[in-house]
């Protein structure tokens, strides 16, 4: 496994991770000054600003990006709203081009309103990636699939497991030697599951593993989407996950991402920085 105090460069920061309280631009500044060597912007942050300026700003901070955060759920009620939540990912992975993105990072969706088919949103999916992965090759994107605890099946991910992700990439690309859909693991959403092994192992071996999240799971959780601890504060083993990344092959960046409202979104954005640096290299 990697030695992350002597690869500094190896570590990002997802700007979720400092909770929007500053223009992104100084984000940027602050992210590399505390060392890291990637930044992961969200859509919220960049979409209807010069995107461009943004990514020369990101480039001269001599930062990479990992990856772009987070396509617009696919599943919806209708053909026409299909289309248009395709659509609408169309423009992000655009963006994420304009960027320099390494992958656009794709939460699936779960349910659209008032239906009970979970099936029939699994098969949207599918079917949406499969069209997107297509764009996102034109633009030299790669698309991760980011598979979301099951907490979430009902309102943001119909896809929850490491496996059911990596069956899909089957089903759309097939075996390739240079793949451009894969995986992106955060360890917040496959900690628990027994399979997660296996299908780590398997996603390295497909070259699929296009992205890496850290956080921790705190005991008591308040609020399953923001009240993700700092690695090393909860009951996941980060450094086990990372070690059977590693193990099967991944180099990229390992991203920081934590959603806290109650405590590292109310912290000013250095503090946070500079604790996200020792936790990276003594809890991660
Ligand atoms: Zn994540």
New binding site residues.
């Given amino acids: 496994m990697r030695e992350l105090a002597a690869q500094p460069g190896a570590c990002a920061i997802?700007t979720a991770t400092l909770g929007f309280q500053a223009p992104l631009t100084d984000v940027i500044d602050a992210v590399a000054r505390a060392g890291f060597g990637g930044i992961a912007p969200w859509r919220r942050e960049v979409e209807g600003q010069d995107v461009g300026a943004i990514a020369r700003r990101i480039r001269e901070a001599g930062l990479k990006v990992p990856g772009y955060?987070r396509s617009t759920y696919i599943p919806a009620t209708d053909r026409a709203g299909f289309l248009a939540n395709i659509e609408a990912n169309r423009r992000a992975i655009a963006d994420a081009a304009t960027l320099g993105a390494a992958s656009f990072?794709m939460?699936v969706g779960g349910l659209p309103a008032g239906s009970k088919d979970i099936a029939a949103a699994r098969a949207q999916v599918a079917e949406g990636t499969a069209l997107l992965l297509a764009h996102g090759k034109a633009h030299g994107v790669r698309i991760a699939l980011?598979p979301?605890h099951p907490v979430y099946a009902a309102d943001r991910s119909c896809l929850s497991l490491v496996s059911e992700a990596l069956a899909i990439c089957d089903a759309i690309e097939g075996k390739a030697d240079d793949p451009w859909l894969g995986v992106?693991l955060?360890v917040?959403?496959i900690w628990w599951d027994p399979g997660r092994g296996a299908a780590i192992a398997r996603a390295g071996a497909e070259r699929r593993i296009f992205?890496f999240?850290v956080?921790d799971w705190l005991v008591p959780t308040e609020d399953v989407l923001n009240d993700r601890g700092m690695m090393g504060d909860g009951v996941i083993d980060v450094p086990q996950i990372r070690r059977e990344a590693e193990a099967a092959g991944y180099t990229g960046f390992i991203?920081v991402?934590i959603f806290s409202a109650r405590n590292w979104w109310k912290r000013p954005i250095g503090e946070t920085l500079a604790v996200c640096r020792e936790r990276l290299v003594s809890a991660t």
Avoid: I, S
């Fill in positions: 997802n955060c990072v939460v980011e979301l992106c955060d917040y959403h992205g999240h956080c991203e991402e």
